[in-house]
C-alpha cells in the first residue's frame, strides 16, 4: 500500500501550537474527541482518552450506559460466550474485584458490570444520555466534526469515533397491520426496563435466531400458550450454563494474566482452542472424538475451532452440520418436530446460538412450531398472527425476535458526511467499504470500532474492541490537538475491500447469503458479506504491522486554514 505518512513527516508545531487544556465538562462545546455510544466500545474509547490527557464527550442514545446489554433486557437475555472472557483485559485490578456469578452472564449481570466499570474508573461525567445523534459532519476548512443531535444540540471536535455497535440498529415490524394488533407488541431489542408480566398470555414469538431462541424457553415458563413463529432453522448448542464454585472463581483469578495473553493472541478473540488439523486430515473416528468433546464442553464458538478449516471447506463443513444435526434431532423430541428445526444450511454462515432448553421447550404440549418458511406471515391482525393459508394464530401478546440491520446499519441511520459534503449512505450504496474496518476515505479524522471490514463475527467483540480502541487512540493522542487531518486512501481501503471479499469468496461463508451477515434480512440492502474472515490475531498483526510502518495507508495533512 502507499502513502504512508508519519506524525514526524507533518510539522505539527507550525501547523498550531498546543492549546491549553480545554475544560472537560460536557457542558464545553468543542471537545478533542467525540464519541458515539456508551457500550464496550464507547466506555473503553473514553476511558484511553481520559488517560492519555485529552478531552472526550460521549454521546449516548440511552438513559445510561451498556450499549446493546442496556436495550436487550428480554427474558433469558444471555451472553453467549463465558463470562470470564466477554469482559474487559485492559485493568488487573477489574479483574481480581469483579466476581462473575454464572459460567455465561445473564444480561442484568453484565449491564451491573458496565456500570460497575463506568463508575470505577469515573466515567460518567463526560457522557451524555438520553442524546441520539442524528448528524456527523465534517468541516474541511477547520478541520472539525460538527456532531447535531435531534435534539439541535452540536458538539464538536477534531476527531470522531463510531461506538455505534454492529447489532445496535432494530429492525421494526414489517407486517402489515402490526399496529393494529390489540394487544402487547414487544420487541426483544427494545424491551420494556420495568420488564412485562407474560404469565397466563397466549404468546406469539416471531423469529427463531439467538434472542427468540433465548426468550422462548423464558416465556413458556410461565405463558398459558406460545406460538414460535419460525422461517428458518438455526444451528444452536447447548451451553451448559451453570453456577460458578468459589474454586473456579478462585481460579479464574489467579490464571487471569495468562488467559488475557492468550485471548489477545487468539483465532477467536477466545481461550477456545483451535485444533490446527484439517478435518480431512482425521479419520472419522478422530473426527468424533474431537466434536464430542467439545459437545460435552458446551457452546458455539468451539465447534467453529474443531478444525482449522471447518470455515474454508466445505467437506469438513458438512463433518460439523452432520455432527451437530444428528444432535439437534435427538434433542426435539416430538412429532415432526426435528424435521422442522433441523438446518439446511452449511454450519456458521449464519450466527450459530447457544441455549438453554430451546428444543426441549419446542417439545412441550403448550408450545407450537409455526414454519413461515413455506407458509409466510401475511399480516399482523387486531387479535394475532395471519399467514397467508388464511390461518390465524390468536395472541395476547407479539415478541418480535426479528433482529437488527447490522454491522453497517447502525451508522447508516446516522447522516453522516465527509469531504465535499459527500454521505457515508452514498459512499455505502453498493454495501459497506473501509480500511482495516477503521476508517473511511474521504472521511478523515473519523475512526470506527469494530466496523465493517473488520474481524467481527468470527472474534469475540471485547478483545476486538480493546485492540481497535487501542489501535484508534494510539493514532490519534499526538495529534488531536492540532491542525491534521488523517484519513484512509481510497487506494488502501479498495486494497482491504478486495482481501475481504476475497476471503468472503473462499468460505463456506459464499454458499449461503441468506442472513445478516450478509445484509439479507434487511430489504433494499446490498448483499456483501462485510467480515474480515481471517481471524483475530492474522488481523491483528496486520493492524500492527501498519501502524509499525508509519500508518500505511493513511495521509496526516495540515488542514487548510489553522486555528487559533
Known sequence: ???????????????????????????????????????????????????????????????????????????????????????????????????WSERYASQPEILRYLNHVADRFDLRPNIVFNTRVEAAAYDERLGKWTVTTETGRQVTARFCIMATGGLSAPISPPFEGA??????????????????????????????????????????????????????PNYSIPGRNRKLTAQEVAEQKATYPDRRERQRFSFTGTTIELNMRRGRDLTPAEQQAELDRRWEAGGALDFTAAFRDVLTDMATN???????????????????????????????????????????????????????????????????????SGVEHDADAIVYAIGYDAISGALARIDIRGKDGRTLREEWAAGPETYLGLAVAGFPNMFLVAGPGSALGVTMMIPLIEQNVEWITDLIAP??????????????????????????????????????????????????????????????????????????????????VAVH
Open 1 to 99: 500500500m502507499c502513502d504512508a505518512v508519519t506524525v514526524t513527516d507533518v510539522d505539527i508545531e507550525a501547523a498550531q501550537p498546543p492549546q491549553d487544556d480545554p475544560a472537560d465538562s460536557v457542558d464545553a462545546t468543542s471537545h478533542d474527541v467525540v464519541i458515539v455510544g456508551a457500550g464496550f466500545s464507547g466506555l473503553y474509547a473514553l476511558f484511553r482518552l481520559k488517560e492519555k490527557g485529552l478531552s472526550a464527550i460521549v454521546l449516548e442514545a440511552a438513559d445510561d450506559v451498556g450499549g446493546t446489554w442496556y436495550w436487550n433486557r428480554y427474558p433469558g437475555a444471555r451472553c453467549d460466550v463465558e463470562s470470564v472472557e466477554y469482559s474487559y483485559s485492559f485493568s488487573p485490578e477489574l479483574d481480581q474485584e469483579w466476581t
Open 179 to 232: 399496529d393494529t394488533f390489540d394487544g402487547l407488541s414487544l420487541m426483544t431489542s427494545t424491551w420494556p426496563k420495568e420488564g412485562v408480566d407474560l404469565t397466563g398470555k397466549r404468546v406469539a414469538v416471531i423469529g427463531t435466531g439467538s434472542s427468540g431462541i433465548q426468550a422462548v424457553p423464558e416465556i413458556a415458563g410461565h405463558a398459558a400458550r406460545v406460538s414460535v413463529f419460525q422461517r428458518s
Open 318 to 388: 458438512k463433518v460439523v452440520q452432520d455432527y451437530l444435526s444428528a444432535k439437534i434431532r435427538e434433542r426435539a423430541q416430538g412429532s415432526g418436530l426435528a424435521d422442522l428445526v433441523t438446518p439446511k444450511q452449511p454450519f456458521g454462515v449464519k450466527r450459530p446460538c447457544v441455549d438453554h432448553g430451546y428444543y426441549e421447550t419446542l417439545a412441550l404440549d403448550h408450545v407450537d412450531l409455526v414454519d413461515v418458511g413455506k407458509d409466510p406471515i401475511a399480516a399482523i391482525t387486531p387479535t394475532g398472527v395471519k399467514l397467508a
Open 479 to 560: 495529534i488531536a490537538r492540532h491542525d491534521i487531518a488523517v484519513e484512509a486512501t481510497r487506494s488502501a481501503q479498495d486494497a482491504w475491500t478486495r482481501q475481504v471479499d476475497e476471503g468472503a469468496k473462499r468460505s463456506v461463508f459464499s454458499a449461503s447469503t441468506n442472513s445478516y451477515y450478509w445484509g439479507a434480512n434487511v430489504p433494499g440492502k446490498p448483499r456483501r458479506l462485510s467480515i474480515y474472515l481471517g481471524g483475530f490475531l492474522r488481523y491483528r498483526t496486520e493492524c500492527d504491522r501498519i501502524a509499525a510502518g508509519g500508518y500505511d495507508g493513511f495521509t496526516m495533512q495540515p488542514t487548510r
